[in-house]
């Protein structure tokens, strides 16, 4: 498997925006499905976002819901979380995961493959 790099985390004021990409370096997702987790201080990590391969199915946390869009660009080999209205609880390191299955999965041990993440810090 290819393991999948993050970008885009950062410092950002409650309310603001960040764009995080997963690319999959030479590698296209096929019919992979990608998967955006995160993880804050002393909590578990939690599935944030998931993207089916072709972009035809999605799945939101509720806690994301309505702020936040993940997409897919095959072209590109990369996946975006488009994130909005972003509040302090949201500050957390941010995983990509790919699943080569193709279905659609918030479980953890479904994915095979892990970024390093990116951390994304929302000041208050």
């Known amino acids: 498997q290819v393991q999948p790099v993050e970008s885009g985390g950062g410092l950002v004021q409650t309310g603001g925006s960040l764009r995080l990409s997963c690319v999959t370096p030479g590698r296209a997702f096929s019919r992979d499905t990608v998967g955006w987790f995160r993880q804050a201080p002393g909590k578990e990590r939690e599935c944030v976002a998931v993207?089916?391969?072709?972009?035809?199915?999605?799945y939101y946390a509720d806690s994301v819901q309505g702020r936040f869009t993940i997409t897919v660009d095959n072209f590109n080999h990369t996946v975006y979380l488009q994130m909005n209205s972003l509040k302090p609880e949201d500050t957390a390191i941010y995983y990509c995961?790919?699943?080569?299955?193709?279905?659609?999965?918030?479980?953890?041990?479904?994915?095979?493959?892990w970024g390093q993440g990116t951390q994304v810090t929302v000041s208050s």
């Open positions: 993207i089916t391969w072709n972009g035809s199915t999605t």
């Open positions: 995961a790919t699943e080569a299955g193709g279905g659609l999965t918030t479980k953890e041990e479904n994915y095979d493959a």
